[in-house]
């Protein structure tokens, strides 16, 4: 299969360039780096720095892989590479990632809205009038939905109504402009794909955690750059990181916040169901990546558990929520979709987290325990 | 009341601009004139032009009336005139309103989507960061809610899934770009107002026909530049042009869509029963701004009956649809809560159309045919 991945150098945009090039799909690889940009911009470093994206292709054994440095918000660049491979399928990871980011100020939260719905406006437009039949695939995220009073589908909800009835994009509401820009482009793709009867796959993914696309792997070459800072640092990732430089982990507010999680090789199996079962034409697919739901203090107590049994001894620290969102609140999302589909969750056991931490402590000279505090709040 | 009109020079703008300097308001009026330079630059002219805007200001009777020429998309420029202003209400009409300029190509729809998300996020965010208890009055579009299968409610739904209840957004799934940059908007002030606690008004609003924003007005400057051409002409006031220069009137399709619709007397009367009853903080308050509900080949009749009565022949022709969207369809929208508030309707009689049309008749000489018929399809 011809498959375009725009973001190719991003956290989940490496690895799965990687997984893919051993299915032997030819592959071009798109990214102009805007994230590793920004970081410099703003004085955060990941723990693991990349060789040039050309030197790592190199190592991959598929030959068939290309990478062009092109800006996917730019059209004119954007739809000539298109045009030129004509892909099958596009995964699109090409979007800022960061809910504190884009809520760090007025140039910030519109650089984050028109960055990824240029992207995914150009993409959808580049299918439609030249190549309708390919198949997109979109990452989407839980956190568009928010947290509703009632259980969270996946990406659909039948209504009843005064007698009668009507199937509804499930209503979204996020609690950052990041997550509100996410809601457009699921807004913009549900108006393409209805009316130019395109195909699109919609992955509303959870909080990823991990470094690794596949257990077997140990060449750091093949790892993506890892961020634990206050802006594109997850939660889990910035726990362990936490855990192995001796400070506290720090739960934002009650730490009652509960969200759906996934291990980053789960989130590359994913996608290569989501590639062998191609949306309908006409049908905007959305299913809900993530495969365990916790709460953020149990996060932080099973980080606790699990490095006791490697002599980390991790503390555990509460401050005041730098976010404006729901502390308690009702949580029941559906996830059975990839299941049926043929996922087997790899679960957060203490194995994993110890794997991560054995990881970040070869690395832990370059941690920067200054950038870990959040500085962006709203 | 401190009170900024963006976009004053528009269709709505101006009608609003002028009924309220009648009231002893303080009015900053802000345009850009993307329209009209839009409106140029595609070869297509209004049936009115009017003089310029600060030689019609100094008609008005109110002397506390002031325009500036600002682009609303600009951060820099708009926010120093918000905040040397520092209004009591925002009424934001700074947005590019045609479904068929949307969708004329890749330019014209990314235009869209970026000047009227940038210009709400503007707005919100000096709202948000200069002055919080600001009352914001937003023009969406009954075209935000599609033609769903269930009754449309005013803006929000309450939904029982599964033994609990949520109260959302009514599901909003439109049939153009514009229309889907007016959904964004309405997804990013939805956002600000829950977080923030700001009060944003959003009048959802049908196709509006008429000249007048009150029937007492006869000087034309006192008018809006009247368009009636394929990109910014709506139904109706393009019929009526059709029927006074003695050509059929295009009926769209099958001409079964049903769509609610509103008198140019009624937008300006809603206008200011929403500065009257500001959303109270953290709310963001919805209605349906429409009076009647027609089926286009309905609104072709009415013409044709009423124009009978000043000797005008009306012939009614059918043509392809260029637009996408569906010609058979269930329609039923509420409209109660202006009519709660006090709006009585000035509805679609034949006297009003015969107005229309003794208008149009008067500039007969400058109805240009050929830029009515549809050239932009989707």
Redesign the interface.
């Known amino acids: 299969m011809k498959i375009m991945i725009l973001g190719a150098n991003g956290y989940l945009g490496w690895p799965t360039s990687v997984e893919l090039s051993s299915k032997n799909h030819k592959l071009l690889l798109i990214d102009n780096f805007t994230k590793k940009n920004i970081l410099k911009e703003y004085n955060r470093q990941p723990l693991l720095i990349n060789k040039s994206m050309n030197s790592r292709i190199k190592l991959l054994e598929n030959k068939n892989i290309n990478f062009k440095n092109i800006d996917c918000s730019n059209?004119t660049g954007f739809s000539r590479a298109f045009k030129s491979f004509m892909p099958d399928a596009v995964i699109h990871y090409a979007e800022l990632p960061s809910a504190p980011y884009s809520m760090f100020g007025?140039k910030e939260?519109?650089r984050t809205?028109?960055n990824n719905?240029?992207s995914t406006?150009n993409l959808i437009?580049c299918i439609k009038?030249f190549n309708p039949n390919c198949h997109m695939i979109k990452l989407g995220t839980m956190g568009e939905y928010g947290t509703?009073?009632?259980?969270i589908?996946e990406g659909w909800?039948d209504?009843?109504?005064?007698k009668?009835?009507?199937k509804?994009?499930y209503?979204?509401?996020?609690?950052s402009?990041y997550h509100?820009s996410k809601?457009?482009d699921t807004?913009?793709l549900?108006?393409y794909v209805?009316?130019?009867n395109l195909r699109v796959t919609d992955l509303m993914q959870g909080p990823v955690y991990g470094i690794k696309s596949n257990n077997k792997i140990s060449n750091e070459n093949f790892f993506p750059e890892f961020s634990y800072d206050d802006l594109f640092g997850t939660v889990l990732n910035r726990f362990i990181v936490q855990a192995v430089a001796g400070i506290p982990l720090t739960v934002y507010g009650s730490g009652n916040q509960v969200r759906g999680y996934i291990n980053l090789i789960d989130t590359v199996k994913c996608i290569n169901i989501a590639l062998k079962n191609p949306a309908k034409k006409g049908s905007l697919e959305i299913y809900n990546q993530f495969t365990e739901q916790f709460s953020v203090n149990e996060l932080a107590a099973k980080v606790k558990k699990a490095l006791k049994k490697v002599d980390i001894d991790v503390m555990i620290k509460k401050i005041r929520n730098p976010r404006?969102e729901a502390e308690k609140h009702?949580y029941n999302a559906s996830n059975q979709k990839m299941k049926k589909l043929g996922l087997k969750p790899s679960l957060l056991t203490d194995e994993v987290i110890i794997d991560i931490a054995m990881f970040i402590k070869k690395h832990i000279k370059r941690i920067n325990k200054k950038i870990i505090q959040p500085k962006s709040g709203?």
């Open positions: 059209y007025h939260g519109w809205l028109e719905l240029k406006f437009t009038d509703p009073n009632i259980d589908e909800i209504v009843a109504h005064n009668r009835k009507q509804f994009l209503p979204r509401q996020a609690s402009l509100t809601i457009m807004d913009l549900w108006f209805r009316l130019y404006i009702y709203w």
